[in-house]
T-cell receptor, first 113, second 118 residues
């Protein structure tokens, strides 16, 4: 079975400083991995996805993630946080045939001025 | 890009009544629709998966007779919460996928429906 573990429930950064949201995955095959962002009372927006192409994936709003098979990690980074980045972030893995998405427990990103 | 329209965004209903939530894929064919439930400050819990024209597949512990899912066309899926009770109050989110999955539009999420049962 596939699973993801988001290592931090909350991450606090100052505006303009780097962001690192950590995610480890478990999968018996080469997975497809996603990062989604959710603002309060809103649906989910796809930030980026990895589907066995380039291991460094660039997404929207300056976010990127690197797939590291040896470390079974897919951490999300951004060089400089903006106030509008404050939200809940979900690391997600899909199962065989992309029939289901398995969500991590989420990381709440807090950005202070 | 791909858009999924979910309505209503908020609904308040009386205990014992039924509520229907709609999700429409606006610019692609949703061969598969997923319905999730999200409790406050928690992750998304998959309730059921439906393929167009087929019966939905429910996750363990989800009551089929309470949460009726219809996916009669490639652009519309509905979730009906029957005989709603206060414990059904939650945030419900749909997600649609075309036949290409992650290599196509991927999974596109609706904006969610906040259901409050009083």
């Amino acid at each position: 079975a596939q699973s993801v573990t988001q290592l931090d429930s909350h991450v606090s950064v100052s505006e303009g400083t780097p962001v690192l949201l950590r995610c480890n995955y478990s999968s018996s095959y080469s997975p497809s991995l996603f990062w989604y962002v959710q603002h309060p009372n809103k649906g989910l927006q796809l930030l980026l996805k990895y589907t066995s192409a380039a291991t460094l994936v660039k997404g929207i709003n300056g976010f990127e993630a690197e797939f590291k098979k040896s470390e079974t990690s897919f951490h999300l980074t951004k060089p400089s946080a903006h106030m509008s980045d404050a939200a809940e972030y979900f690391c997600v893995v899909s199962n065989t045939g992309f029939q289901k998405l398995v969500f991590g427990t989420g990381t709440r990103l807090l950005v202070s001025p | 890009g791909a858009v999924v329209s979910q309505h209503p965004s908020r609904v308040i209903c009386k205990s014992g009544t039924s509520v229907k939530i709609e999700c429409r894929s606006l610019d692609f064919q949703a061969t598969t629709m997923f319905w999730y439930r999200q409790f406050p400050k928690q992750s998304l819990m998959l309730m059921a998966t439906s393929n167009e024209g087929s019966k939905a597949t429910y996750e363990q512990g989800v009551e089929k007779d309470k949460f009726l899912i219809n996916h009669a066309s490639l652009t519309l899926s509905t979730l009906t919460v029957t005989s709603a009770h206060p414990e059904d109050s939650s945030f419900y989110i749909c997600s649609a996928r075309d036949r290409l999955g992650a290599w196509g539009h991927g999974y596109t999420f609706g904006s969610g429906t906040r259901l409050t049962v009083v």
